[in-house]
């Protein structure tokens, strides 16, 4: 199986800064035949199910507000938050769909400083 | 729009089989480009991917659950049928059913029903 590691697990960040979460998988999940990544983020608040934010690596799901950004490709990834607001207080997780079993990261906690 | 709903009993006992139902509107499970999947959190912990079905019956489990993991579809009933045999005080946790597809992983989900585990 491959594994996801995320870093770091607690963030505390100042509302209106930037918030950097990042995900290395054990191994590459470019395919490319398409050169996609085939990699997940999520954001999941208290007492709710996950919301799909990103796809791809970088395709932001629709209606997803452009404060929140993926990056990176093979084994390293970013999720940013730009501009942190309230209401992005959630614990966030990396999922990678490269290979079954799909994985998820053990989460990161984002709090407002 | 996409929907999914999770039923199933709240509380089992261990060594008892789980079987949970998927209600899904707003697709077709019937083509191999869509799936509905099945994902648990124990509480206070991080997600699991358990198992997950293609429309064409493809069905993929968790390595280290697939001996007690069985997933199944109703297309008539638009339903996903998934079972844990030989369940575990451990197995205690939300279970999540989810759209997905082979671009958007899993992009739907449902509010999740909370089972316990105790005898």
């Known amino acids: 199986d491959i594994v996801m590691t995320q870093s770091p697990d607690f963030l505390a960040v100042s509302l209106g800064a930037r918030a950097t979460i990042n995900c290395k998988s054990s191994?590459?999940?470019?395919?490319?035949?398409?050169?996609?990544?085939?990699l997940a983020w999520y954001q999941q608040k208290p007492g709710q199910p996950p919301k799909l934010l990103i796809y791809?690596?970088?395709t932001r799901e629709s209606g997803v507000p452009d404060r929140f950004s993926g990056s990176g490709s093979g084994t390293d990834f970013t999720l940013t938050i730009s501009n942190l607001q309230a209401e992005d207080v959630a614990v966030y997780y990396c999922?990678?769909?490269?290979?079954?079993?799909?994985?998820f990261g053990q989460g990161t906690k984002l709090e407002i400083k | 729009q996409i929907t999914l709903k999770e039923s199933g009993p709240t509380l089992v006992k261990p060594t008892q089989t789980l079987t949970l139902t998927c209600t899904f509107s707003g697709f077709s499970l019937n083509t191999s480009e869509v799936g509905v999947g099945w994902i648990r959190q124990p509480p206070g912990k991080a997600l699991e991917w358990l198992a997950f079905i293609w429309g064409d019956d493809d069905q993929r489990y968790s390595s280290s659950l697939r001996n007690r993991l069985t997933i199944t579809k109703d297309t008539s009933k638009n339903q996903v049928v998934f079972t844990m045999t030989n369940i575990d005080p451990v197995d205690t946790g939300t279970y999540y059913c989810a759209h997905g597809t082979a671009s958007a992983s899993l992009d739907y989900w449902g509010q999740g029903t909370l089972v316990t585990v105790s005898s």
């Open positions: 791809w690596a970088s």
């Open positions: 191994q590459s999940v470019l395919y490319s035949s398409n050169n996609k990544n085939y």
């Open positions: 999922q990678q769909y490269f290979n079954t079993p799909d994985t």
